[in-house]
């Protein structure tokens, strides 16, 4: 009988009579036995609503409920004129307030809780174009510095004081903050790097055939997903996985090409096929090139600027002997 006066009480149907027997049975009731009912209403009706995303019902909830506390307590004042009555009123009141704003208490926890979960499992995604750059500064202090065409993202509940774990496609140059609580992961599809604070180079692009690690400072492990091969990269080595395989090779960076070069505006080639050239100037300038001869076989070694298309196409004219042509954001090959 007592619930569904409560749920009256709760929809405002209630009628004078049974307002008046609302009264008495809370005379008759402890202050635990109060709470018990009213928390045991409310909670089977929030259950219904704790998924639902709405800030406004919230905020509709509490008005109502500080209108039926306004009327239940002229009610009872009213019902009771003698004094002692009024103090007893007076107490349930109060216990009947803390019975409702409890839940609603709770209620709001659970809301911004769950709004709090939903925030934190939104991603942070960081791009790049063609042709652009980008130094970002994540929430560690580590600084990264992207190339062109690169993407990082990662998850805020997965970036905190335990770990620090992030996803990665493309060129950048990290600048890990030391925190030995937080090992630093990178992770890519074919590839995880795991390091504690260091400075090290990363070419790590699904499209290529192989992904390059050129490490500065400090101490980095390279694993390959595809087989579990593990690499401890030194300072002044170089680190390449082949995808195909997941084999990794290690060797002295002054060996390799520079992987870091485009952050001194250059582009570092060692025994580099045409086609290989080219399609980093189409990356980094964000151009294509049309009628490119498939004839020629010898390979390049040197340098290209990052600031200057002209300059970078004039070495290549020399190297190759090809003369060229731009419409647009299309560079025309002629023999």
Known sequence: MMKEIIKKYA???????????????????????IAYNLQEDWFSKAADQIFVDDSSRL????????ERLSTYSQTRGIASTKSH??????????????????PLMLFSTIYFYQQMTAESRKTVTFLTQRGEKASI????GTKVTMNHNSRLVYLPARFGTN????????????????NKKAPFMIRQQELSVQVLGTNFCLRARKSDKMAKLSLDKGLVSLKAERTGESQLVRPGEMAELTY???HITIAPKADKADISAWRREEMKFKDASLQTV????????????????????DHFTGSLPTHSMDSALRILKIAYGFNYSIKGNVVIINK
Request: proline residues 3%; charged residues 25%; hydrophobic residues 40%.
């Open 11 to 33: 929809n405002n149907i209630l009628t004078p009579s049974e307002v008046s027997e609302l009264q008495q049975q809370l005379d008759k009731m402890s202050d635990i036995e």
């Open 59 to 66: 905020r509709k909830m509490k008005r109502v409920i500080d």
């Open 85 to 102: 009555r009024w103090s007893i009123a007076l107490l349930k009141w109060f216990s009947l307030a803390a019975a409702i704003l409890l």
């Open 137 to 140: 500064v994540l929430p560690d």
């Open 163 to 178: 770990k620090r774990e992030i996803a990665f496609d493309g060129d950048a140059y990290f600048e890990v903050t030391h």
């Open 244 to 246: 195909k395989t997941g």
């Open 278 to 297: 080219i399609h980093e100037l189409e990356e980094c300038y964000d151009v294509c090139f049309s009628g490119m001869p498939s004839h020629h076989t």
